[in-house]
């Protein structure tokens, strides 16, 4: 398979079983592209140029490990460099928004020292108030954290500056009835033992507390794929999962959630009771 710089992960992936273990060998950051939910979400849309800024290696990188699995990389197109994508028009709501309501987050610095930024995003993004938007300025498009901003119910608007400097705008219109809504669902746990009751020894249990971000909400998500109707998932986690709520409701499943301690968190995931 002929190969460059655009090439799709999914497209590597699907050609050879052997690719994405050997694209793993590349950066600790593509050992998410395991998880089949993750890798669905990723793999699609993430070119090698794309995955080389995430995982802090050079498409050269790829195309020598790839070689041995009968990849030939296009010499002629491997070297140019990608053109700034054109941006489109900036939504009327964010033009009018002023910049103390546009929270800025540069979260280069981060990537190059090797860490994830995803938890510090989470957390501003838990912070915005009605009226503000998050503002990610990164070197390449999050297209990972959009869609997964999507299904809390976030819009984006990417502005590219140059190759090198990507703006990512995540924002809610109307996000007040829904901060309310989720703010209230964490407080699930009053019916808990008759719950638990009912599902006695119909329990499938998981641990996601030694899970770094995204990995514990993508755990949840894989195992409720496979849940059967009369059982229900029994999660040990570190934190009430926030953005995991919305998500469990548009896939119709209840939840109850009880709080022990700091850092000691139970969830009850269920169909019906």
């Not at 699609?44 to 195309?63: H, L, N, Q, V, Y």
């Not at 800025?104 to 930024?117: I, W």
């Not at 901003?149 to 990512?168: M, P, R």
């Not at 998500?221 to 934190?239: G, I």
Request: aromatic letters at 8%; glycine letters at 4%; hydrophobic letters at 40%.
């Amino acid at each position: 398979m002929l190969i460059n710089e655009q090439t799709k992960i999914a497209a590597l992936i699907k050609h050879h079983p052997d690719a994405l273990e050997t694209i793993v060998t590349l950066s600790p950051d593509f050992k998410k592209l395991r998880n089949p939910l993750l890798r669905k979400l990723m793999a699609g849309r993430t070119s090698i140029a794309m995955a080389s800024k995430i995982g802090g290696c050079t498409p050269e990188d790829f195309f020598k490990a790839l070689a041995p699995l009968g990849f030939e990389a296009d010499t002629k197109n491997t070297t140019v460099q990608e053109d700034i994508i054109p941006n489109l028009p900036m939504p009327n709501y964010l033009k009018s928004l002023n910049s103390k309501q546009i929270i800025h987050f540069d979260v280069r610095n981060m990537l190059a020292e090797g860490n994830d930024p995803l938890r510090a995003i989470q957390e501003k993004i838990k912070a915005l108030k009605q009226g503000e938007a998050l503002l990610i300025v990164n070197n390449f498009e999050p297209v990972p954290l959009i869609k997964l901003l999507e299904k809390q119910g976030f819009s984006s608007h990417v502005n590219y500056i140059s190759n090198d400097i990507i703006e990512t705008y995540f924002y809610k219109e109307n996000d007040s009835a829904q901060a309310e809504l989720v703010a209230s669902d964490t407080d699930t746990s009053g019916d808990w033992d008759e719950i638990l009751s009912h599902f006695q020894n119909l329990l499938i249990e998981i641990d996601v507390r030694h899970l770094e971000m995204p990995m514990p909400m993508m755990t949840i998500l894989e195992a409720l794929e496979v849940l059967p109707e009369d059982k229900a998932l029994y999660v040990h986690h570190k934190r009430i999962p926030v953005f995991l709520l919305t998500e469990l409701q548009d896939r119709g499943f209840q939840y109850r959630i009880k709080e022990i301690q700091e850092g000691e968190v139970y969830l009850l995931i269920f169909k019906h009771e």
